[in-house]
């Protein structure tokens, strides 16, 4: 459907939206093989559904019916050379007039792309701050679910953060350990070692997160290490970095002041890893083609 045809009632956004799902999926040209591939797309989708069910909302599809429904849609775009962002989502169907819509409600879910621009091998950084706002309670909702509800907190975060000079902030849980940033995860590089929160603090199970360092481990050689995190192993890191769908690898030269590395430059770790990420979801490698999902040439019409 072209997006300006696109409708929906107004009266199913606000309501259905408290317990919506949703995921963000990257699609990048090949120009070795000048195909667009999906990257890692049945397990967003599969990721998707887990996260409606743990919302009480029963969609009609599978994985499977999502991924062929995504490839159509990709193809129909016939934007050849072009990376393309894929955000699926879930929605309570029909109209409610309680925001807890009861369970076992049937869900609906949209599709929905458009090009974005790869920051890949571009040499960007950002800095962080450690939010003056914590991570919300997993106990309540938990973070394996990705769910827009959930990521008010980390708009909250955004704010704070960019108040105060830095471009990203830090979460950290009612422990007092770092758990990820807004729409990202974390890790640090120490003595050669990556080390990340484990999921126990209240971490998204990232796609992006799991293919680094089965890339880090495969391919470089790295030890990657999952436990709880304190604030200061942050300030005394040799790199820092953030992961996911929309950042791809984002390197950090400052948090809360303290400079990492000569604050100007990704570290070389984060760059080697950076570099691996990059070969593999453009396809120069072809280690790991089951994680991508081919875009066949849309008919001529």
């Not at 591939?37 to 999502?66: K, T, V």
């Not at 879930?90 to 409610?96: E, I, K, S, V």
């Not at 609906?108 to 800095?127: P, V, Y």
């Not at 760059?271 to 070969?279: I, K, M």
Request: charged share 25%; net charge negative; hydrophobic share 40%.
């Amino acid at each position: 459907m072209p997006w300006e045809e696109a409708t929906v009632h107004i009266s199913s956004v606000g309501h259905a939206s408290v317990s919506a799902a949703f995921e963000g999926v990257h699609s990048y040209w090949s120009a070795e093989r000048g195909v667009l591939h999906g990257f890692r797309l049945r397990d967003h989708m599969q990721r998707l559904l887990d996260s409606l069910r743990l919302s009480w909302l029963e969609p009609e599809f599978d994985a499977d019916a999502l991924v062929a429904a995504t490839v159509e849609l990709l193809a129909s775009w016939k934007a050849s050379g072009k990376d393309l962002y894929v955000r699926p989502w879930g929605f309570a169907a029909g109209t409610h007039k309680e925001q807890m819509v009861p369970r076992g409600t049937p869900a609906e879910i949209a599709i929905e792309t458009w090009e974005f621009e790869s920051k890949l091998g571009q040499g960007r950084t950002c800095t962080l701050a450690v939010s003056s706002w914590p991570r919300f309670n997993p106990g309540a909702s938990p973070a394996s679910m990705k769910v827009f509800s959930n990521y008010h907190n980390g708009r909250l975060g955004n704010v704070d953060a960019r108040a105060r000079g830095a471009d990203w902030p830090v979460f950290l849980n009612g422990a007092g350990n770092v758990t990820e940033s807004s729409g990202s995860c974390i890790a640090l590089v120490k003595g050669g070692r990556i080390i990340t929160p484990d999921l126990a603090s209240g971490v998204l199970d990232s796609i992006t997160r799991k293919t680094l360092f089965q890339l880090a481990e495969e391919e470089l050689g790295l030890t990657v290490e999952a436990r709880p995190v304190e604030r200061t192993e942050l300030y005394l890191a040799d790199e820092i970095f953030l992961m996911g769908t929309a950042a791809e690898v984002l390197p950090a030269v400052e948090v809360d002041g303290f400079r990492l590395g000569d604050g100007k430059t990704a570290g070389e770790v984060t760059r080697a890893l950076e570099a691996c990420y990059h070969d593999t979801v453009r396809a120069v490698t072809a280690k790991h083609d089951e994680w991508l999902t081919p875009v066949p040439a849309a008919p001529a019409r």
